[in-house]
């Protein structure tokens, strides 16, 4: 089995908006520790799967919080994304005993390509809407 492909974090997945970058750099260390123990035949990844869970469910709160404050028109169809993806991790996780046997190999991949297409894809777009909107206040602000 050829080495799995770390996530790596530059400015071809920035998103442009500081706090959204930096959940996601913390999110891509995470899935390669997973990848790390993965390699490494560790079983018991009880302790990092809980860390990705958690993260994962504040950091889609953090860009939901940032789309319904600024009238975001994607709202729903980003969110659902959210959504079938925490389901299809839970599927995944449902499937594998933790502490019996490593990862499974295609749920590292699934991660890894789930959050390249998406953070291209969508956060991207909610990126460049929220440009949009700033330039637009700033032409529209009065003068100081
Ligand atoms: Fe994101
Ligand atoms: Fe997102």
Redesign the pocket.
Known sequence: MPPLKRMQWDQRVS?GVPE?DR??QILFSVINQLMDLHEEGATDTFDILEQLTHYLNY??HT?HTIMLGSDYPDFGDHSSEHQKFIDQVLGFLDAYENGKSPLPRELLTFLHEWFVH??LQT?RRLGAFLERERKNKRLTAPPE
């Open positions: 998103v959204i959940q996601h950091h889609f860009e998406h953070i956060d």
